[in-house]
């Protein structure tokens, strides 16, 4: 009896002492071994291009549906329907794609890689117009801090649109500087590397952006006129 008693508490105390260890081994864990941890700079483009043009979809079919540019000749969804909808995984995935922008962003300063600090400067500026469009204000000058900030403070629509007009300046006067760090094969699914369309696009977004609230926000002085001669004269 005594022997069974005592490999009773043999076992437990074992059993015990192995939870103990693996749980605090499994906890300790810093580092995701299935992560790329140091992500180079062309693969980064790729992807951030390529999540700006589904987001751009993505808002795009939203709208579509609620202004009825299209329409289903059945009965269709709750959009369709001008029917309450969640279009939470839409905001998510502008979230997460400004998200890795704003590693591009950094990683391209730290390296003084100005064609990607310039794209990327242009894609952050675009996609959060589309934010700014669809849901006014939100989070943007806390949004992508390192820091554990769990609930960054919602900055303004007119907060939003001056914070796109900086990135657009900022992002065409990085892409108008010659750069040690070349663009990858196949890296811009946009515009394929070419530096001058880029341009071409900074001066659009910041044309339309102009054009979009001029009679709404105080944003610093542009000059229209010279903005549509940019979009013009790049070729």
Not at 112 to 118: E, W
Not at 139 to 160: G, H, I, R
Not at 211 to 223: A, E, G, T
Request: hydrophobic content about 35%; proline content about 3%.
């Amino acid at each position: 009896m005594k022997t069974l008693k005592f490999k009773n508490i043999l076992y437990i105390s074992l059993a015990v002492i192995s939870l103990n260890t693996s749980c605090s081994d499994y906890f300790d864990l810093q580092d995701n071994p299935t992560l790329v941890s140091n992500p180079n700079l062309n693969g980064m483009l790729t992807t951030a291009t390529h999540k700006a043009a589904m987001n751009s979809f993505n808002l795009s079919y939203i709208i579509s549906n609620y202004c009825q540019y299209t329409a289903s000749p059945t009965p269709g969804s709750a959009t369709d329907n001008y029917e309450p909808t969640n279009n939470s995984s839409t905001w998510d995935a502008l979230y997460y794609a400004l998200s890795d922008v704003q590693d591009l962003i950094d990683k391209a300063t730290a390296e003084n890689a100005y064609h990607h600090l310039g794209i990327g400067q242009l894609l952050m500026a675009y996609q959060l117009g589309l934010v700014a469009d669809a849901w006014g204000s939100a989070p943007y000058s806390e949004a992508f801090m390192k820091a554990n900030t769990f609930q960054p403070k919602f900055d303004s629509e007119e907060d939003l649109y001056n914070a796109q007009a900086s990135l657009i300046t900022e992002g065409l006067a990085n892409l108008e500087k010659s750069s040690s760090v070349s663009l990858g094969q196949n890296a811009d699914l946009i515009h394929g590397n070419n530096i001058q369309q880029w341009i071409k696009t900074g001066y659009a977004l910041q044309a339309r952006l102009l054009n979009k609230i001029q009679q709404k926000v105080n944003l610093q002085p542009y000059c229209r006129i010279e903005c549509h001669r940019q979009i013009l004269s790049v070729q």
